[in-house]
């Protein structure tokens, strides 16, 4: 941003989940870190793994409410939360953590487009789902598998031990490296647009 001289561009940091969750709060971050700017566009892209589900629709509330600009656009993406392709990061995901932990990925982001078109803040926007296919593959196995820690949260989230550690690699050494098949994750893209004017889907 110095570099290139970009004026209107700051970095604001800080966690959502306390910044953004409440009213009271959404109005101080408002205040004092927005200058009382309304935005036009915000974005989760992968962050809203860090909130439960049930408090997506609050969220969503606030920064609709008191964020957005008249005509603003909220942008949020996010992993499928299942697929039955061993070749996805959801398989994979809900196959290991499911496995050693009980979990399975419950964050849907077509379930969240229901819960928008179904409540009256939001009746005057228009809510679009669509989908994308990301592949990845990389020849250097240690930086394929730091991209499976990262899909599979470890250890941030689950914290694997060395025996679950150790079939975890050998179901990616022999199934993708070895194969050389890549790593597919499936995503959905909800773009909320406020106000008149809105775009062609297509």
Same mark, same amino acid.
């Given at each position: 941003m110095n570099r290139q001289n970009i004026r209107h561009v700051r970095t604001i940091t800080g966690d959502y989940n306390h910044l953004l969750r409440q009213p009271e709060s959404v109005k101080t971050f408002f205040r004092q870190s927005l200058d009382n700017r309304?935005?036009?566009?915000?974005?989760?892209?992968?962050?809203?793994y860090y909130c439960c589900m049930a408090d997506w629709l609050p969220l969503f509330l606030n920064i609709h409410?008191?964020?957005?600009?008249r005509t603003g656009a909220i942008h949020a993406v996010l992993?499928?939360?299942?697929?039955?392709?061993?070749?996805?990061?959801?398989?994979?995901?809900?196959?290991?953590?499911?496995r050693y +932990?009980?979990?399975? /990925?419950?964050?849907?982001?077509?379930?969240?487009?229901? =819960?928008?078109?179904?409540?009256?803040e939001f009746r005057d926007a228009r809510i679009i789902l669509k989908s994308s296919l990301v592949r990845f593959f990389v020849e250097d196995f240690e930086k394929l598998m730091k991209v499976v820690w990262m899909v599979l949260l470890y250890p941030g989230v689950h914290d694997y031990s060395e025996d679950q550690k150790e079939q975890i690699v050998s +179901?990616?050494?022999? /199934?993708?490296?070895?194969?050389?098949?890549?790593?597919? =994750?499936?995503q959905h893209h909800l773009i909320l647009y406020r106000g008149i004017g809105f775009p062609d889907p297509a």
């Open positions: 309304k935005l036009d566009l915000i974005t989760l892209h992968h962050s809203l409410k008191q964020l957005l600009a992993m499928s939360p299942d697929s039955r392709d061993r070749h996805t990061t959801s398989w994979l995901y809900n196959h290991f953590a499911g +932990f009980g979990i399975t /990925n419950d964050q849907s982001l077509p379930a969240l487009k229901r =819960q928008l078109e179904n409540h009256p +179901f990616v050494y022999d /199934n993708f490296y070895l194969k050389k098949k890549p790593l597919f =994750q499936k």
